[in-house]
């Protein structure tokens, strides 16, 4: 009889761990708890940022090269942060400006930047070309 009555609270022990109604249901909970972090967390995270060096190009060794660089750093819209500049010598007293300019990806595209604001009117005056130096993400 001793052996029988053991073997009756084995049967009260779940030894498999089937999973009840409210541990599914507590299970499916944290489950959407972790997506919904998730969402959030990629949603802040998932726009990035480059760093790109432009070499802005003057017309001839007579143009103004602080007004050109006073040209470039006008342009203000959200996403795009001007750094540090230097003026490098490229020949024949020709000297280029190669400025730094931290991007938000989602916000600004380097091409139309370069396309529809620096060498266009009135900028256009100062500048002759810009090529993208260096991109790198952040």
Do not use: H
Not at 37 to 56: A, F, M, P
Not at 101 to 128: A, K
Not at 132 to 137: E, G, H, R
């Amino acid at each position: 009889a001793a052996p029988a009555a053991a073997g009756d609270d084995d049967d009260d022990l779940d030894l498999f761990g089937d999973e009840t109604e409210e541990d599914k249901k507590a299970a499916e909970e944290r489950e959407k708890a972790k997506s919904s972090t998730k969402k959030k967390e990629s949603k802040l995270y998932s726009c990035g940022k480059s760093s790109v060096l432009l070499d802005v190009k003057p017309w001839d060794d007579e143009t103004d090269m602080k007004k050109l660089e006073e040209a470039v750093r006008s342009i203000e819209m959200p996403g795009l942060f001007w750094g540090a500049s230097k003026l490098v010598a490229v020949g024949y007293g020709i000297k280029k400006l190669s400025i730094m300019m931290t991007i938000v990806d989602d916000d600004v595209s380097v091409d139309t930047l370069i396309d529809e604001y620096l060498t266009v009117e009135p900028r256009n005056e100062y500048i002759q070309s810009c090529d993208i130096a260096a991109f790198n993400k952040i």
